[in-house]
């Protein structure tokens, strides 16, 4: 008889990049059950010694969702064990430390505050930098086959994600409508092996970045938190996620906004 999924079993599949065996256990539908799920599995972490340094927010581009069967943005924390800041070289990255790896172009906001109000302006009140970004993803389900509710069980799927250099807020110098719609029009080109394969902007993430968390802000609240003060948050892909293999070099080309792209090399 299969059994239920266990947060002891998501956890092992992530921290080894191994595949789950899907007729050893039951499906999962339950939202509520994979949030308990995701929680027991913050609590071991926390407990290993992990420290939590903000969220990554998953599906936020309408554009994916009839690939992957999943029809609404999902949310998981990033820790300080998966966070790695990019420098001016290529980052090195082991893709045998994931199950079937696949790469996002993102943005990343930086939050001095809790947002006051679950609007992309408050969010954008609360902000202190915005960055580039690159999440790796992967999937404990083979064949990146999954519910809604399962890929919020398995840590959001997040893997690692790439931290590129952090630009102020401030710096923007723009009224905040004008700054909104800035990040809407943000531009990315992704590139592998000098080829460019996806392209994508600002505003696929539920409009934009800003409101990209202010519906985090939104769904945190209906369960009586906030984001908490100093956290990141990766926003969501500009593109469909692509699948990584070694021996790749993956780039990005931004436009529209004062931020680098980043190199990662695929070992």
């Not at 309408?62 to 999902?74: A, D, E, K, M, T």
């Not at 890929?151 to 807020?169: N, S, T, Y």
Request: a negative charge.
């Amino acid at each position: 008889m299969p059994e239920p999924l266990s947060a002891a079993t998501m956890l092992d599949a992530c921290d080894h990049g191994r595949s789950l065996d899907r007729a050893r256990f039951e499906p999962l539908e339950n939202l509520a059950d994979a949030e308990a799920l995701q929680t027991s599995i913050s609590i071991a972490r926390l407990a290993r010694g992990e420290r939590q340094v903000g969220y990554k927010i998953g599906f936020t581009n309408r554009s994916i969702w009839p690939l992957y069967g999943v029809f609404h943005p999902i949310w998981a924390p990033v820790w300080d064990t998966t966070l790695i800041r990019a420098g001016a070289a290529p980052v090195a990255l082991d893709a045998a430390r994931f199950a079937e790896p696949r790469i996002e172009p993102e943005i990343v906001v930086g939050l001095r505050a809790a947002p006051a109000a679950d609007t992309p302006q408050a969010v954008l009140d609360a902000a202190d930098w915005i960055a580039h970004g690159l999440e790796i993803v992967h999937s404990p389900f083979p064949g990146w086959r999954f519910t809604a509710a399962e890929a919020f069980a398995a840590q959001g799927l997040h893997g690692a994600l790439v931290l590129g250099p952090q630009l102020p807020v401030a710096s923007l110098g723009l009224p905040a409508g004008q700054t909104l719609a800035r990040l809407a029009g943000i531009e990315v080109e992704l590139l592998c092996d000098g080829r460019v394969v996806e392209r994508g902007r600002g505003a696929n993430v539920l409009d934009g970045p800003m409101h990209a968390i202010a519906h985090l802000s939104r769904e945190l609240r209906r369960r009586g938190r906030s984001i908490e003060p100093g956290s990141l948050i990766s926003t969501g892909t500009l593109t469909d996620a692509r699948p990584i293999v070694p021996g790749q070099r993956w780039e990005t080309r931004l436009h529209g906004v004062d931020l680098p792209g980043l190199a990662l090399d695929i070992r």
